[in-house]
């Protein structure tokens, strides 16, 4: 089994405490991560349990597969 992750860079942020009516940074939205044997397969898979999906506005995603799992973490502040 391999790893997949869902992506969608359809998505925006707004600063904390922001007032603005325009979002402040274009990102990208994690969607889902999840095992399987292929990309097809865990898309359909995807979609089957997260019918959700289809009442929000994205429509492009992206998926690549994980190789590795673990996570380094920085801060920009300390």
């Given at each position: 089994m391999n790893k997949y992750?869902?992506?969608t860079f359809e998505w925006y942020t707004y600063q904390?405490?922001?007032e603005a009516t325009d979002p402040d940074i274009e990102n990208v939205q994690m969607?889902?991560?999840w095992e399987w044997?292929?990309?097809?397969?865990a898309f359909?898979?995807?979609?089957d349990k997260n019918k959700w999906l289809l009442e929000t506005?994205?429509?492009e995603i992206y998926c690549h597969e994980l190789k590795d799992t673990k996570f380094d973490y920085f801060y920009l502040k300390v």
């Open positions: 992750i869902f992506l904390p405490n922001s969607l889902w991560i044997s292929s990309k097809n397969e359909e898979d995807l979609k506005s994205f429509n």
